[in-house]
C-alpha cells in the first residue's frame, strides 16, 4: 500500500467528520449558543480568565495535547500491522476522540471552566469527584514515566542527540530572559533567537559527537539519564514558569506544526509504499514489543492520537478558561484533535515505511528480537547514514526518527543529510516530551500541595518556596522511580490503560451532563464510544496484571493498575446510577439561560 492513499483517506474523512459530525454535534446535541457569555467574558480577570483570538487558543490547546503520544503510540502499534493503527485512528479520532475532547470543553465552559474532578463531583456526587481527582493524580505519574522512557531510549549512549536535545535548555532559557528581562514582549526578536540558535545546535551536532573531549561529556548510560531527566522535571516545575515553561512550548509548537507540515509534503512528494504489512502474526498476542493481542492492546497503545484522557485535562484547565464564544468550541476542540489524529498517521507511515525485521530490530530489546529469528535489511545502512547504533533502541522514538529521515533524505537537495534529519527528528520528539514532562510536573507539584494543604494549610501558599519544592519533590520521585526501574514494555501500556479509562470516564460524565440538560436522545453518542472504551480498557487492564505485571513480580505496577481501575470503577458505576435517578426525575425545569433541565446541579 502506499503512503499517499493513506494520508488523502485521512485528510477526506476528518473533513467530512468535522463538517457532519462535528457540526451536527455542536448545533444540536451541545446546542452551542454563541450568545452566550463564556467564562473567559463574564469571569475575565486578566490572569486564568482571558478572552483569547480562537486562532491563537487552537495553537495554545493543540500544542498542549499533542505530546508526545500521538507520536510514539503508532510506532508501537505498529507491531500488528498498518491496517489495525490506521482504523483505530481514523474511525476512532472522528467518533471518539473528537468528540471526547469537544464535550469536555463543553462541560468546563458551562461549569465556569472548572476541571473534570470538580465536575463530575457537581454532576454525579463527592464521592466520584474525589475518586477522579485521585485518579488523575495516578494517571500524570504513569504519563511522565512513559513519556520519559521514551527519550532514554532514544538518547542513551548518543553524545550527537543528547547535545541536540541539552541544547534546547539553555536556549529556552536565553528566550525567557529576552523576552521578560532584555526585550520585554519582544516575540519577532525571541523567535528568531531560537530559531537561529536551534540551526546551530543541529549543524554543531556532528562536530560534538566526532570530538572525543566533548562526547563524553553528553555520552549517558539508560540509569544515568534515567536520573537527569526527572532532576530537569523538578527544576523546571519549580523554576517561574516565564523562564522555561513557556518557552519551551513555544519553540516546542513552531517545531511540531513546521516538522509534520514539511513531513506530509515529503510523503506526497516520494510516495513512499508501505513495507509492514497490513496484519502481523501478532495480532494474536506474542508481540515483541505489546505482549498482548491487538484487542484490546492496539485501543490502548494508541491513545493520544486517537482518544485521549489527558486531553481531558486540557480541555477542563486552561482552555475553557479562554474561549471567547461557545461556538469556538467545535473549532478548538473537535478541530485540534483531528490534526493530532493526522499526526498520528504520519508517525504510523514513518514507522510502516521501514522494512519489518529493521522495524522489530530497532523497538526491540537485542535478545528478544534473537529470538525472533529474522535477518535485518537496511539496519547497517541505516546506522551508517544516521551515524548512531540504533539498534535495541526501544520506546518508538529511534524508530520514528529513522522513518522521518528516510522520507526527509528523498526530498530534492536532500540526499546524503539523512544523519542531521534523523537528529533533527530525535530533538524535535525529544523537546515535545520534555515539554510534556515539565508541565506535567508543575500541574502533579499543584495537586500533591493542594492534598498536603489539607493537612498543613501552609502547603497552600503559593510562594512559600519549602512547600513547592518538597511538592515538587514527591512527586517527581514517583514517577522518576517509575523511569528508573522500568521499561517502555512495562510502563507504556499501563499509561495507555489509565489513560483510556480517563477517556471513558470524561465522555461517561458529559454523558450525565447531557441527560441532565435533557438530551437523553443524543446522550448515546458519548456513551457509546465511553462504555466501549471502559469495557475495552478494563479488559487490556486485567490481561496486563495478570498475564505480564504478577507473573513476573512487578507488584508496584500491578497495584498502580488495580488502583487505577478501581478508581475509574466508583466513578462509572455511580454515573450509571445518576443516570438512571436523571431518567426518572419529573418535571423538567428551566434554568436561568434557558436551558431545560431535569435536575439543578448546585454551584
Not at 73 to 90: K, N
Not at 117 to 143: D, K, N
Not at 374 to 393: K, M
Request: charged content about 10%.
Amino acid at each position: 500500500m502506499n503512503a499517499f492513499t493513506l494520508v488523502f483517506a485521512a485528510l477526506c474523512l476528518f473533513a467530512l467528520g468535522y463538517r457532519f459530525y462535528g457540526l451536527f454535534i455542536a448545533t444540536r446535541v451541545l446546542r452551542l449558543d454563541p450568545g452566550r457569555p463564556t467564562p473567559a467574558v463574564a469571569m475575565a480577570d486578566g490572569v486564568d480568565y482571558v478572552k483569547t483570538d480562537r486562532f491563537v487558543l487552537f495553537g495554545h490547546h493543540f500544542a498542549a495535547i499533542a505530546a508526545a503520544g500521538p507520536l510514539l503510540g503508532p510506532v508501537l502499534a505498529a507491531q500488528y500491522g498498518y491496517l489495525p493503527g490506521a482504523l483505530w485512528i481514523l474511525i476512532g479520532c472522528v467518533l471518539a476522540g473528537a468528540v471526547h475532547d469537544m464535550v469536555v470543553l463543553f462541560c468546563s465552559v458551562r461549569h465556569k471552566g472548572r476541571g473534570l474532578a470538580r465536575i463530575a463531583r457537581l454532576e454525579i456526587g463527592s464521592t466520584a469527584g474525589g475518586a477522579a481527582s485521585v485518579a488523575v493524580l495516578f494517571i500524570l505519574v504513569l504519563t511522565l514515566a512513559g513519556l520519559s522512557l521514551a527519550v532514554v531510549g532514544a538518547m542513551h549512549d548518543s553524545p550527537w542527540g543528547t547535545f541536540t536535545v541539552a541544547a534546547t535548555i539553555p536556549i529556552a532559557l536565553l528566550m525567557g530572559l529576552y523576552l521578560h528581562v532584555w526585550r520585554r514582549g519582544d516575540v519577532r526578536g525571541a523567535s528568531l533567537l531560537g530559531a537561529a540558535l536551534l540551526f546551530l545546535t543541529i549543524l554543531a551536532g556532528p562536530f560534538v559527537a566526532e570530538n572525543p573531549d566533548l562526547a563524553k561529556w553528553f555520552t549517558f548510560s539508560r540509569k544515568e539519564l534515567s536520573i537527569f531527566i526527572p532532576a530537569y522535571g523538578l527544576v523546571a516545575s519549580i523554576l517561574p514558569v516565564w523562564l522555561l515553561l513557556c518557552p519551551r512550548d513555544y519553540l516546542s509548537t513552531y517545531l511540531k506544526i513546521g516538522t509534520i507540515g514539511l513531513l506530509a509534503l515529503g510523503i506526497l512528494w516520494v510516495r513512499p509504499d508501505l513495507s509492514m504489512p497490513a496484519l502481523t502474526p501478532f495480532i494474536h498476542g506474542g508481540g515483541p514489543i505489546i505482549p498482548g493481542a491487538v484487542y484490546p492492546f492496539v485501543f490502548i497503545t494508541i491513545a493520544c492520537g486517537a482518544l485521549s484522557g489527558f486531553h481531558a485535562i486540557i480541555g477542563t484547565g486552561t482552555t475553557p478558561k479562554m474561549i471567547g464564544s461557545e461556538r469556538d468550541i467545535l473549532f478548538v476542540g473537535y478541530g485540534a484533535m483531528l490534526v493530532e489524529g493526522l499526526v498520528a498517521i504520519m508517525a504510523l507511515i514513518a514507522a510502516c515505511v521501514l522494512v519489518p525485521a529493521d522495524y522489530f530490530a530497532i523497538n526491540a530489546a537485542p535478545e528478544v528480537f534473537a529470538r525472533m529469528g529474522l535477518s535485518t535489511v537496511n539496519l547497517d545502512g541505516l546506522s551508517r547514514a544516521v551515524g548512531e547504533n540504533i539498534q535495541g533502541r526501544t520506546g518508538g522514538a529511534v524508530s520514528l526518527a529513522v522513518g522521518m529521515a528516510h522520507i526527509f533524505s528523498a526530498l530534492p537537495f536532500m540526499k546524503g543529510l539523512t544523519a542531521y534529519w534523523y537528529h533533527f527528528a530525535i530533538m524535535f520528539e525529544a523537546v515535545f516530551i520534555l515539554t510534556a514532562v515539565d508541565t506535567g510536573t508543575r500541574v502533579g507539584r499543584f495537586f500533591v500541595q493542594e492534598m498536603l494543604a489539607r493537612v498543613w494549610p501552609r502547603f497552600g501558599r503559593e510562594k512559600w518556596w519549602p512547600g513547592i519544592a518538597i511538592s515538587g519533590s514527591l512527586f517527581t520521585l514517583a514517577w522518576g522511580y517509575l523511569v528508573y526501574t522500568g521499561d517502555i514494555g512495562t510502563i507504556w501500556p499501563l499509561f495507555g490503560m489509565s489513560n483510556q479509562l480517563l477517556a471513558a470516564c470524561g465522555l461517561i460524565i458529559a454523558t450525565t451532563m447531557l441527560i441532565r440538560l435533557d438530551r437523553a436522545g443524543y446522550a448515546w453518542m458519548t456513551a457509546v464510544p465511553g462504555i466501549f472504551m471502559a469495557v475495552t480498557t478494563m479488559v487490556a487492564g486485567y490481561q496486563g496484571i495478570m498475564g505480564n505485571y504478577l507473573p513476573k513480580g512487578r507488584y508496584l505496577l500491578a497495584t498502580l493498575g488495580v488502583t487505577v481501575m478501581v478508581l475509574m470503577a466508583v466513578v462509572m458505576v455511580m454515573a450509571v446510577r445518576r443516570w438512571m435517578e436523571l431518567l426518572r426525575r419529573q418535571p423538567r425545569m428551566v434554568d436561568e439561560y434557558g436551558d431545560t433541565l431535569r435536575a439543578v446541579v448546585p454551584e
